[in-house]
């Protein structure tokens, strides 16, 4: 189930409840699968226990991946059913500890801007691009929303476009413009009775909800299974016929990169990786009741790892480290031309 699934289509309540069960099942897991079923419980109407959902996460002994955006999404929630105060609190604590990640930023600047609060909402956003853009040479995806973002509020706000503005139209790629995306002025256009405006303004829109939806669909990626050295070597060492799917490392990693390159070339969206370790596989095996040394069970075993949240999207931006684990950026690794 796709979060993008129209409302009608979907019981949150149940989607919720099945999330919850896995994350019980994978433990390991838990913080990306109780984030979607908390994003379920707000949906449903639920956000006592969406916010005990994040309580969960935040009182676990486990470390999590991005405990600022566990913080951000709680008090979102909490002030959308009145807890306004506790959830200021948490967004100040946030914007102090000033988090290295772009997406708890985008939570708490749009939670303060859905509540009318644009100066705080654009000193938020300010704070953030400042942060995470100062000095470079591209903006990562990640902080397109930042960006966006920002430009949003200012337009509100009749601010006059700035150098980061500016940056944030060279990285828009929608047919209509962000300015006339974000003029506060086209409500009006809306009761018109030009037909050429109203046409005008549904073409707005459709681009407006299109750019909208590609933000939240987190459809499951199209994922590639990637061993590390010392798994691929532990694997082949315990299941010698696997060796003929991994005939070395550096083909295995070879083979990851042509392979996506060539979905990509196909046009398949919303690529990744995941990275595999023999307990885990072994562990899935035993649940397929199958034997690991069948090859086939290895795109069962990737595609359960998307499913749970594991997959890292591909490809990475050029300046960010490989997806191999060299330690060198992708750009000068794997993503060399």
Not at 7 to 23: C, G, I, Q, S
Not at 110 to 136: I, K, N, P, R, Y
Not at 256 to 267: D, F, N, Q, T, W
Request: negative net charge; hydrophobic residues 40%; proline residues 7%.
């Amino acid at each position: 189930m796709r979060p993008d699934t129209p409302a009608e289509n979907v019981d949150h309540t149940a989607e919720a409840d099945r999330l919850e069960r896995t994350a019980d099942l994978y433990p390991e897991d838990a913080e990306a699968l109780l984030l979607r079923a908390a994003a379920h419980r707000e949906l449903s109407g639920d956000r006592p226990t969406a916010t005990a959902l994040y309580d969960r996460l935040l009182a676990s002994s486990q470390e999590l991946d991005d405990p600022y955006l566990v913080r951000a999404l709680k008090a979102s929630n909490l002030w959308e059913y009145g807890h306004e105060a506790e959830a200021r609190a948490i967004i100040t604590g946030i914007r102090t500890a000033a988090p290295r990640v772009a997406a708890p930023w985008v939570i708490v600047a749009e939670s303060l801007e859905a509540h009318d609060e644009l100066e705080q909402a654009h000193e938020t956003f300010t704070q953030a691009v400042l942060l995470l853009l100062t000095g470079a040479d591209k903006p990562p995806r990640a902080t397109h929303p930042l960006l966006f973002g920002r430009h949003r509020v200012r337009r509100m706000l009749g601010a006059a476009h700035d150098e980061w503005d500016a940056l944030a139209d060279t990285v828009h790629t929608l047919p209509i413009t962000l300015d006339e995306l974000h003029d506060p002025k086209r409500v009006w256009s809306l009761g018109s009775e030009n037909p050429v405006e109203l046409e005008a303004e549904i073409i707005r829109l459709r681009a407006e909800v299109g750019a909208y939806r590609e933000a939240l669909s987190r459809p499951f990626p199209v994922a590639v299974l990637h061993w590390p050295a010392g798994e691929l070597a532990e694997l082949t060492e315990a299941y010698p016929t696997l060796a003929e799917e991994y005939p070395s490392y550096e083909e295995h990693l070879a083979a990851i990169e042509a392979a996506l390159r060539e979905l990509a070339a196909s046009g398949t969206p919303n690529l990744g990786i995941v990275t595999g370790t023999v307990p885990s596989y072994e562990a899935f095996a035993a649940s397929e009741l199958t034997s690991p040394t069948d090859p086939t069970l290895l795109p069962q075993y990737a595609t359960t790892l998307a499913a749970r949240g594991r997959a890292v999207a591909w490809p990475p931006e050029r300046s960010a480290a490989c997806w191999c684990g060299s330690g060198r950026a992708y750009g000068e690794c794997h993503g060399a031309d």
